[in-house]
C-alpha cells in the first residue's frame, strides 16, 4: 500500500516536472514571488500599461467589470505612502505601482473580480522579468483611506491593493505551498 | 495634438503585439475566456492536480494558505448541482469539477487569496488546452449551502466558487474588456 502510494506521488510529481517544461504560463505560476526589493532600473510606460491590460483580462461576474486601475509614477508619492500604509516599507524603492480599484456601484462583489485582476498583474510582472507584490488596502478601512486619499480616488471607489513595481534586486525564490492533504479527491 | 495621440496608440497596440508575440504567459492572459460547453474527452486526474496545484501557488495575505480545493468526477453529482445552483448548467456536461474553499477561520479575507487561487486554476486550464469557467458560490448563501451540502464540506470551510472543466467544444473568442479611460496615469 505505501510502496502503491510512493510509486503514484513519484508518477504524480515526474508529470508535473515535465508538464511545465513545457508550459511557460505554469512555469510562471509557480515562479511567481512577492518581490519586495528592487533594483533602480526604470519601468517603462508601456510595460506598466500591458501590466493593467493583463488585469482588465480577468473574468467578473456577470461581466460587469467593476474596476478602474491607478498606474503611479511619482516617487514622492510612493515615498509617502510607503511611511503611512502597514507592510508597505518597499513602496520607498519601487519604480512604480498600479492600484487595483473597484467600483462597489457596479458589483456588489468588486473585490473579487479585482482579485483576479491583481493576480493577472503579478503573473505578468513575472513573465516579464518584473517583481511586484499585492499590498492589502481592502478590507482594511484605515489603509483604503489612505491610498484614496494620497492618490487622489474619487468617491464611490475603493482600492483592493497597491502594486509596487520594480526590476527585482537579488535572488528571491517562490514558496513552495503545496500541501497534499489540502486537496480532496471525490471526498473529503 | 491628434495625431502625436494616435501616433502613440498605434506604437502602444504594436508594443502589445510585439510582447505577447514573445511571451507566452502573457498569451494566455489574453486568451483566456469562460467555456461553458465541453466535449465528452475525460480530463486525467493529473491534470487535475495540476491545475489545484497551479491554485496553491497563489499569494495568500500574511502567508495564511486559508484555502482547501474538492475535486469533483461523479458526474451524477455535478448534474445534480447543475439543477440546483444559478448559471451553473454547464456543469452537466463537464468532465470534472474543482471547488475552491476557504477557511474563514484562519484569515477573514479568505475570499480574496481564494480569488486569486481560483485565477490561477482559470489560467492553467486555459495553457493546458483545458475549458473552465468560475461559477459563484461566495456571497451567496444559498449556493454556497447548497454546494457544501451535495459535495460534502464540513464546517466551518465556504465554497469561493465551482469551477467546471472539460475541453472546449465549438470555439470561443475571449471577450475584449481593455477600456483605456479606466486607466489612470498619474491623475485620476
Known amino acids: 500500500m505505501k510502496r502503491k502510494f510512493f510509486v503514484t ?10 508538464l511545465t517544461a513545457q508550459n511557460p504560463t505554469l512555469e510562471t505560476i509557480f515562479s511567481r514571488k ?35 486601475f491607478f498606474i503611479v509614477q511619482d516617487k514622492a508619492l510612493m515615498a509617502s505612502l510607503s511611511e503611512k500604509i502597514p507592510y508597505a516599507r518597499m513602496l520607498k524603492e519601487a519604480q512604480a505601482a498600479i492600484v487595483v480599484i473597484g467600483n462597489p456601484e457596479k458589483s456588489v462583489y468588486w473585490y473579487l473580480d479585482c482579485s483576479a485582476a491583481a493576480q493577472n498583474i503579478l503573473l505578468a510582472a513575472e513573465s516579464m522579468g518584473l517583481g511586484a507584490v499585492w499590498t492589502a488596502g481592502y478590507p482594511y478601512e484605515d489603509r483604503m483611506e489612505t491610498i484614496a486619499k494620497a492618490v487622489g480616488i474619487p468617491k464611490p471607489y475603493l482600492p483592493l491593493c497597491l502594486i509596487p513595481i520594480g526590476y ?20 473529503w
Open 9 to 18: 506521488v513519484t508518477a504524480l510529481l515526474a508529470a508535473s516536472v515535465m
Open 34 to 68: 512577492s518581490v519586495r526589493t528592487y533594483t533602480d532600473q526604470p519601468v517603462s510606460v508601456d510595460d506598466l500599461m500591458m501590466l493593467v491590460r493583463a488585469g482588465m483580462a480577468a473574468p467578473t461576474g456577470m461581466n460587469r467589470q467593476p474596476w478602474e
Open 168 to 187: 527585482p534586486k537579488g535572488e528571491q525564490k517562490p514558496k513552495d505551498k503545496w500541501v497534499e492533504s489540502k486537496v480532496h479527491l471525490n471526498t
